[in-house]
């Protein structure tokens, strides 16, 4: 007697190697899916971090930068530099050339893991921003108060800071162990102060 057909058994055998197969190819979309979230992720804060490194270079390069008119007594440069924030002046705001005013003093720290300059949101998942201050001797400090932030020279006998190194490490929270991206820079200040 011929049977057509499949019995039972065969029928159940075939199911299970289906779900088998396919429970393979979802957890290999899944796993696709979190890399490729997390390269993503990446893609972004480095993009981020190269952005804010590099408007941090830029900033510190013209500390000190002033248009003194003749007759001026105010200086620009370093208000308060300490190891993981800086207050710093200069003169690009043209109201009044050589004078300090409120436009004129700018700042970058971080605060819990977000990065401010001049008050506003620059950067999050900021791990730490570090900066060291090297002055005209070639000395390192871990901190440094060059003007008040009325313009008046406060390092009598002393000297001005040359460069500045900074080092601003970001991270992705959205993994167990977070890694992080480091960003250094060595920034010759361009404008000479008293």
Not at 65 to 91: A, M, P, Q
Not at 181 to 187: A, D, E, F, K, R
Request: with cysteine; aromatic share 10%.
């Amino acid at each position: 007697m011929n049977k057509k057909g499949f019995t039972l058994v065969e029928l159940v055998c075939v199911i299970l190697v289906l779900g088998l197969v396919l429970t393979m190819v979802y957890q290999n979309f899944f796993f696709q899916e979190k890399s490729l979230r997390r390269q993503r992720e990446w893609s972004e804060m480095n993009i981020k971090g190269r952005k804010a490194s590099t408007y941090i270079a830029k900033q510190l390069r013209i500390i000190g930068y002033s248009r003194k008119i003749f007759g001026s007594s105010h200086s620009f440069g370093i208000i308060n530099g300490t190891s993981n924030g800086i207050v710093y002046s200069h003169d690009v705001d043209g109201a009044q050339w050589g004078v300090v005013d409120a436009v004129d003093i700018h700042s970058m720290t971080v605060s819990h893991d977000t990065l401010y300059i001049d008050g506003n949101f620059a950067i999050d998942r900021v791990a730490s921003l570090q900066f060291t201050y090297t002055d005209t001797t070639g000395a390192i400090l871990p901190s440094i108060i060059e003007v008040d932030s009325a313009g008046e020279w406060q390092l009598l006998g002393g000297a001005p800071i040359e460069s500045i190194k900074y080092n601003l490490r970001v991270y992705n929270p959205s993994v167990t162990n977070p890694d992080t991206i480091n960003y250094y820079g060595l920034v010759s200040l361009r404008n000479k102060r008293p």
